[in-house]
């Protein structure tokens, strides 16, 4: 591998019950895999209390997924995910700048990505269409496609469309939530890295152009010199671009208008949200719950990269 | 007329002015103007009766339909509204060499569906090669990913297939619509059945109808015979009561011996689907789904779904549950792939189409494209997966081309310029026409088919019948139960009649036996709190009776309490008037009018909420009576003065008092109904319990409060008087005491009179029998609070002395009913997980 930043990451998902919860069943997606780019040295779950089933498994776009369920009464659950990533170090601004001259123009994206004949995984043509979360809208389009003039290339225009997502809309966590429809997110032009990823994903996908929705984390502490970037407390989510079969998959960070790099840890990829969030429970409980999560990426220094296997807290 | 000389002239008035549209194939009358002669035996029939005897038979058809309580449910405003299933009377008749053509070819098209399920979610080589482009299988959110490569439990994607059919002009028939995924109207098919079959029984039988039985049986028998064990439990699964076909998951359930649950009724423990019962977790063999497959497993599906079961992609993993039909065989509806069916059948089952489609082109082919936006006035435009596109840029049903204005015209082309892809064009079509009756005379009316067939071990079998659907409209898209059609049976006719050998007894002959089945948690629940509610209806208006018929009176002080001022009181407590008020007339029309929680119209909502639940379970003729009762007292908004409210309350005070006494009425009319019509296995047990607990609740605390001490007798005396008055004691009370209320005797009778059917005594003792009942059910693996707690109870009210009777005493009583209600909940109702195994 090339030069490469390693970051030690620890997520914890908390839960508090008001009352006593019986039985509870949970997907998680909290485990990195290796990507392009990126090398998954060491990753572990702490599950409290300890589940009754468990099972490890892969979903259709290759996510790691982990199912549990738990049989005995509890009152709280405490998820902590670890992992030990190697993210290669390169200018991805300039990287993808440099891909912007000689990848295709914009308008070839959905001829090609239907001249597919690959229905499965990350395949283009299962990225074109509307999904659970992300509607196809008249006003969405409208905008995107200020940034797709006519014979522009296809990743010029979605770094400029990234830019302006960045410009026009504000960070905002109070102006929207989980379930927030990407229309109102879209016209209140406020929201949090899910909205602006959504949004982003909403308008390449009515101009054809396959996108995708990523999950992952991002570096807590800049690099010294380097401005903090949004969307550090909590999972992080971009957009992931096709660009034909040459380039293939790019990542685009709407909510800090720049390209996907060594900042970036993948967690899971899906069409939106729904398919990759980090939790799906669903637990029977009458009485109200409490969710507490934080994350932490850091740097690992060079000197200690080596023989430190055990991360566990 | 054209068909004068060949038509027999005791039909001629019947169908004088009967006339097929041009170009468009009738079922009646052929292109020569003469009467198809299969159709001349039903029409010499009603030519015999004349029109007013036949318009008598079609009523009966109708008022069995009304007291059978068949509807269907219309989504118009917040929750939509019941509608009365209409039937068309005259059925579409068939002669079994022609019918047999058709089921031949949907035969053919279950088998090609299942087919291409099995690849799609296997291999997908009909993809790789080319036969299907692969953004209509990728693209169609019906494509479930979490069920690729999963083999269904059972061996089969498809158990149930059913297609939308009509003739084309030269009488072929062609396929408007595949239902894969959960083809509805099973049940309506078999009462449009027994509605007609009844009406006109002699009819039915002279023309050697197909029955339908057969079908029904065998679909049932063939998904036991897959569990793999004796008494194997199937269930419907619904969306519940505000589906548009919930009507129709309760039929079937009744009908055949299924279990009708919701997601929220099952859980999946080790792998395995269970129901929780009152008899705790039993296995669940098959599902029945009536449910979009994506809302129904939260956890891998659509994870905002309320209406799924957590981990049931597990289970069908682990290969523990048959679904009918499986999980993802939406994909194969798309009516985008009617282009490649023809190429797909022969690749997947060898053999040409034998039923055509529309014809049908997918605009993502930029050609294609073309060709459609250059043939538009000839086309229909068609969301490609069947779904009303999200941005409210089209209806599932689509657009025609033909007619549209400028600018409607413009803006379609648009969207097929920028998102093809989303889109098919279509021929559009004429549909056939079939006879209707309408006031006194046959008329020609577009008519489209759904034609059902089931998997059974020895392959597909079609239903010799089906639902026919009617509209006023030509265009097939315009066919819709929302939009005020209608529908009509399905003869098939035989040269002989029916072989009775080999028929099992029709399902209409079928005695409902529900002994066998499980009583869900949920549907106990719901009946318990029917009961609960109900009961506490009656308390209301006995309460606003006690206000309104002895008006309002003041005491010698303003310190002592009038017993009006109790009354109202109890209502206050309640939550049925927002305070306490001197006014009774006023606390009367609050309780009955008012939108508070604990009002009337709150209680009633909340009882037919229930009630709507657990439809199964009741007669038509109790949720007729509960709906009526609930719409008799409707929510006025709040707000209105309460001085307004008096002065409204006392003109019309006769009317008032009118209303409350039908509704005491209909009230115990139910009651009646429910004793003497609900299985006693089944949920009648929770329905009384419910009403047992809550009677003996609202009594316990109609005698705290009007047996409080006052320093004035005659307000006392007054004040006992109304409790007897509203606990139906009067009488009895007469019959034993000569002189008037006195404290002692009254609280006797009230509270501790075991043979006084309205006294708490009389309640704790019918508690106490249920739940001796249904302790001998299911394992008993922990004490039963509820029992325990009501024995006490019993015991107690049994052995107090009634001079010892005080406010204490009845209050302890009160809080030992909660706590016996609660354990109740938690027994029999809650419905915990399985036990560790």
């Known amino acids: ?313 | 007329m054209r068909f004068g000389g060949r038509v027999r002239p005791d039909l001629a008035p019947l169908i004088a002015g009967y006339r097929p549209h041009p170009g468009v194939y009738d079922e009646l009358i052929d292109a020569s103007g003469g009467m198809r002669s299969h159709w001349e035996p039903l029409i010499g029939q009603l030519a015999g009766y004349g029109t007013e005897a036949t318009a008598r038979i079609f009523e009966a058809a109708d008022r069995h339909l009304r007291d059978a309580g068949v509807v269907y449910r219309v989504y118009d405003g917040p929750g939509g509204a019941e509608r009365p299933w209409p039937l068309s009377h005259l059925p579409l008749v068939m002669p079994l060499a022609e019918w047999q053509i058709l089921a031949d070819g949907i035969v053919q098209r279950a088998r090609l569906h299942e087919a291409l399920l099995a690849d799609l979610y296997g291999e997908a080589r009909t993809v790789k090669e080319g036969l299907v482009p692969a953004a209509l299988v990728a693209g169609n959110r019906e494509y479930l990913r979490p069920l690729i490569g999963v083999s269904p439990t059972g061996g089969a994607y498809l158990h149930l297939y059913a297609a939308d059919v009509s003739r084309a002009p030269d009488g072929r028939w062609w396929v408007l619509n595949d239902r894969t995924q959960a083809p509805s109207g099973l049940g309506y098919a078999i009462e449009n059945r027994i509605a007609l079959s009844r009406a006109v029984p002699e009819l039915f039988r002279s023309l050697n109808v197909d029955r339908l039985a057969a079908f029904y049986q065998r679909f049932r028998a063939s998904l036991a015979n897959l569990a793999g064990r004796p008494d194997p439990r199937i269930a419907v699964l619904s969306p519940g009561p505000l589906n548009e076909t919930y009507f129709e998951h309760a039929y079937l359930a009744r009908s055949m011996g299924f279990l009708l649950v919701e997601g929220g009724d099952l859980t999946v423990h080790r792998d395995a689907v269970y129901v929780r019962t009152v008899d705790g977790a039993q296995r669940v063999d098959a599902i029945i789904r009536r449910i979009d497959a994506d809302f129904a497993d939260p956890l891998e599906l659509n994870t905002a779904s309320r209406l799924g079961v957590p981990g049931l992609i597990e289970a069908i993993r682990a290969g523990t549950i048959i679904l009918a039909n499986a999980l993802g065989s939406g994909v194969a509806e798309a009516p985008a792939l009617g282009a490649y069916l023809p190429a797909l059948a022969r690749r997947l089952i060898g053999e040409d189409l034998q039923l055509s489609n529309l014809a049908t082109w997918w605009c993502g082919d930029p050609a294609v494209r073309a060709d459609v936006i250059a043939h538009l006035n000839e086309r229909a435009v068609l969301p490609a997966f069947g779904r009303t596109l999200s941005n409210g840029q089209m209806e599932h049903s689509g657009i025609v081309g033909a007619g549209l204005t400028s600018p409607e015209r413009i803006r379609l082309i648009g969207m097929l310029q920028t998102r093809g892809l989303d889109f098919i064009g279509q021929e559009p079509v004429r549909l056939a026409t079939t006879p209707v009756w309408e006031r006194g005379r046959l008329v020609p009316r577009h008519y489209a088919l759904r034609v059902f067939a089931a998997r059974a071990s020895d392959g597909w079998h079609v239903m010799p019948g089906g639902l026919c659907r009617i509209s006023e409209r030509a265009d097939a898209r315009q066919l819709s139960m929302q939009r005020g059609g209608r529908s009509a049976d399905v003869w098939v006719t035989c040269d002989r009649p029916p072989d009775w050998s080999i028929l099992v007894p029709a399902p209409e002959d079928v005695e409902v036996s529900r002994e066998t089945s499980a009583l869900p948690s949920r549907a106990a629940d719901n009946l318990f709190w029917l009961g609960r509610y109900l009961e506490r209806a009656d308390a209301l208006l006995r309460l606003v009776r006690g206000l309104v018929g002895w008006g309002s009176e003041s005491g010698p002080s303003d310190d002592e309490e009038t017993p009006s001022e109790r009354l109202s009181g109890i209502l206050a407590s309640w939550g049925a008037i927002p305070f306490a008020t001197t006014e009774p007339r006023v606390a009367a029309a609050e309780a009955l009018r008012s939108e508070f929680v604990g009002a009337l119209p709150s209680v009633l909502g909340q009882a037919l909420r229930t009630a709507s639940a657990v439809r199964d379970r009741l007669s038509p003729d109790a949720w007729r009576a509960l709906g009526e009762l609930s719409a008799s007292f409707p929510p006025h908004r709040q707000g209105a003065e309460r001085d307004d409210l008096a002065g409204a309350a006392d003109r019309s005070a006769p009317e008032m008092s009118d209303r409350i006494e039908a509704a005491l009425r209909t009230i115990s009319a139910l009651a009646g109904l429910a004793h003497e019509n609900m299985n006693r296995a089944g949920g009648w047990r929770f329905l009384d319990l419910g009403t047992r607990v809550e009677r003996a609740i609202v009594v316990a605390r109609f005698s705290r409060r009007m047996a409080q001490p006052s320093s004035d007798p005659s307000l006392a005396i007054s004040s006992l008087d109304r409790l007897l008055d509203l606990t139906d004691a009067q009488t009895a009370y007469r019959a034993r005491y000569l002189s008037g209320p006195a404290l002692k005797p009254v609280l006797d009778l009230v509270l501790l009179d075991a043979s006084h059917p309205r006294s708490v005594a009389f309640q704790v003792e019918r508690i106490v029998a249920h739940l001796d009942k249904l302790g001998g059910r299911g394992l008993q693996t922990q004490p039963d609070v509820a029992q325990t707690r009501a024995y006490r109870l019993c015991e107690r009210l049994r052995r107090i002395e009634v001079s010892s009777l005080g406010e204490e005493a009845i209050v302890e009583t009160e809080a030992a009913l909660m706590v016996i209600s609660d354990a109740i909940t938690e027994r029999y109702l809650a419905g915990p997980p399985p036990a560790e195994d």
């Not at chain 1, 620890?10 to 006593?20: I, N, P």
């Not at chain 1, 300890?50 to 709280?76: K, L, S, V, W």
């Not at chain 1, 396959?210 to 401005?227: D, F, I, K, N």
């Open chain 1, 1 to 313: 591998m090339a030069r490469a930043t390693t970051y030690e990451i620890r997520h914890l998902t908390a839960y508090e019950y008001r009352m006593a919860v019986p039985f509870a069943r949970c997907v998680l997606r909290l485990t990195p895999i290796d990507r392009s780019g990126q090398v998954v040295r060491s990753a572990g779950l702490e599950l409290d209390p300890p589940p009754e089933e468990c099972q490890e498994g892969t979903d259709d776009f290759g996510n790691r997924i982990i199912r549990i369920a738990f049989h005995r009464p509890h009152t709280r659950l405490s998820i902590r995910s670890y992992a030990r990533v190697e993210v290669v170090d390169a200018d991805a601004d300039a990287a993808v700048g440099a891909l912007a001259a000689r990848s295709p123009n914009w308008e070839r994206m959905c001829d090609l990505a239907l001249a597919g004949r690959d229905i499965r995984g990350l395949a283009p043509v299962g990225f074109l269409f509307s999904s659970r979360l992300v509607v196809l809208a008249d006003p969405i389009l409208a905008y995107a496609a200020r940034s797709f003039e006519p014979g522009r290339t296809v990743v010029a225009a979605a770094i400029d469309l990234t830019r302006r997502i960045r410009r026009d809309f504000v960070y905002d966590p109070a102006a929207t939530n989980v379930s927030t429809p990407v229309l109102e997110a879209f016209h209140a032009r406020r929201g949090v890295c899910q909205d602006f990823a959504h949004v982003m994903i909403a308008g390449l996908r009515a101009l054809g152009v396959p996108a995708a929705y990523v999950s992952g984390y991002l570096r807590t502490e800049p690099p010294p010199g380097q401005p903090r970037l949004e969307g550090v407390d909590a999972t992080h989510a971009w957009v992931s671009v096709w660009c034909g079969p040459e380039i293939g998959w790019i990542g685009l960070d709407p909510t800090n208008g720049i390209a996907a790099g060594s900042s970036h840890v993948v967690l899971a990829v899906g069409r939106d949200y729904s398919d990759v969030s980090p939790v799906d429970g669903v637990v029977l409980t009458a009485g109200e719950q409490g969710l507490r999560v934080a994350v932490d990426v850091v740097e690992v220094p060079a000197a200690a990269k080596t023989g430190d296997q055990s991360m566990a807290d």
